[in-house]
DNA sequence: TTGTACGCGTTATCAA
DNA sequence: TTGATAACGCGTACAA
């Protein structure tokens, strides 16, 4: 913290009261111009900044926001943070930012240290390590506002902003089965994580309601990372032996990046053998070559509307809880073809 | 903020006195354990939450920094964030985070609310539109420390973090000229920032040192971004005619894959034809085709480092004022080969 | 071992 | 228009 010149120190050296600076400074209209002046002159010279700090104290109000992430490093939550930073700006909020490296005990640490900062409201993503929920609660239970995004907590009184990730797969799945294709591989995520299992299941609808029987040995989990990806592709190649799949749907892109990786080193090409999706547009979808047809997750609008909705919860405590679903959307490139018949 | 349970409130519940309260809550020797054991308990049941703006007002310490940005959604900038929030982590620090986006009142009104805020430091990276000084100076003479990394402002007091741009610009000019490369185009920065400078300058150095001429029509400002050396690049084959450079030094590696497409357009095959290197290492360097052999900024060190000295700086007053320069890498892929002698 | 008084910097309230 | 005082929540210094 820097040196100190207070209010008092202002009021002492015009030999006035520090109420009187006080209204000055807040611009008050009960307070002689003249006097304004002198105390606009004073605070210049002597360099005094204003303490928020006791502000806050006083007025049990921080305009803070607490973030917490599982990872800074991904282009997703990076760019939600950018949204959140954005609106919190325009609102006059400042931002405090931890991530929890996707551990739990790092997780309730940060939020409890946010908690006695004081901040006026939370914004986190949850950790998928995190079983006990009872911080939360505790906040929450406390009046503090959280909403949730991305990984969210239902069923504990807090707004929650998500992408529609069932949707989503379920569209992509349906364009690869516009193209003609029956046959297609799912590299599917960890099915304990909520992400995972909606994915999944929106391949799965797809199918279904296209009268397309899902085959098992072409469902291989295979995380989000390109190493997966790529072992996941080349278990299928092993097992289903001649009868290949004429396209594959992957949970993330990177997941994809891998299974294009397998797909070439097996002799085969993206996409006139088989074609290949993926999940999320990350910044390297459109430079792989061929270029990655994806399902783009509107991180930056996340990141708004979570703020927007925390900031609403914050300034009236009676804005109701609600459950936001941002929508996902299809991106069209090169990595697939129309199947044969 | 949310509910105030105080340390008085939990005095009041158990009869006792706010020092006895304190004492238990901060392990201090001097209190009896049956009164502790009540406190704890009465803590937990109340839901209490130290309110660390009252220490903070009361110790003149905050245990935040706070961190201005020029961009968060830059691979370089949320790597630097990543490092200084491990550091802030393991030293029981917290961040608030500020983007200027590029802005120099924006940046002015971040670090003035931080200052208001009275973080125990700064961590800065100057937007490029900032001229004026005089509020670093401000703040650097009430004592708060402030450590500038890769954009900084030297000769006012601060630790500064950067790269060795200069270094890393004259090494991988020197690798081309090792493989034989003497007609090499340069695409560079605006020479009004000390990036764009510091990476041409180690382009002549290179050349000068191996006594190859310049040649004024191959060196063109393409700006950083990917559509500046696409254009740069067109311009470069517009001008030269038939004597086309065989190798090309960008000074960035979107300004690298720009070049690589008009290269590609004019019928051209890198590394065959023209060898490209980049600078920064750009996440997608190493998925474009080919691979692009470019010098890495070890971003996240950068981070670690300027933490470091900046809690160094606030948690000892007479901590020496010091240029930390971190290493760049050269990182060779494929997008280079030998000249044709 | 426990308690009292005061200060941190500011605003709200009420009085002058 | 201006000022004195209490309060915000906590820890330090000193006293009991």
Redesign the interface.
Known sequence: ????VSIKNIAEELGISIMTVSRALNNRPNVDEKTRGRVVEAVRRL?Y??????V??AQ???Y?IGVVVPE??NSFF??V??GI?EIA?SQGY??????SAEDAN?EMSAI?????????GLLVSVANTVKDYSIYK??I????PVVFFDRCISGIGASCVRVNDMEGAKAITNYLISLGHKRIANLCGPQTSPIGRARLEGFKEALKENNIKPVKELVVESGLRSAGGYEAMKNIFRQVGGKLPTAVCAVADPAA?GAMKAIKEAGLKVPDDISVVGFSDD??AQ???PSLTTVRQPAYEVGLRAAQKLIAHIEDKDEAEEEIIIKTELVIRQSCKAAER
Chains 1, 2 share one sequence.
Do not use: W
């Open positions: 913290m820097s040196k100190r360099g900044i204003p303490n928020s700090l006791a806050s104290l049990r109000k921080t803070t800074i490093t990076y760019h943070i950018s930073e700006y400042q931002l405090m930012l931890n991530h790092r409890q240290t946010l908690a006695s900062k004081r901040v006026d505790q906040i239970k406390l009046g503090m990046f910044i390297r430079l792989v070559f």
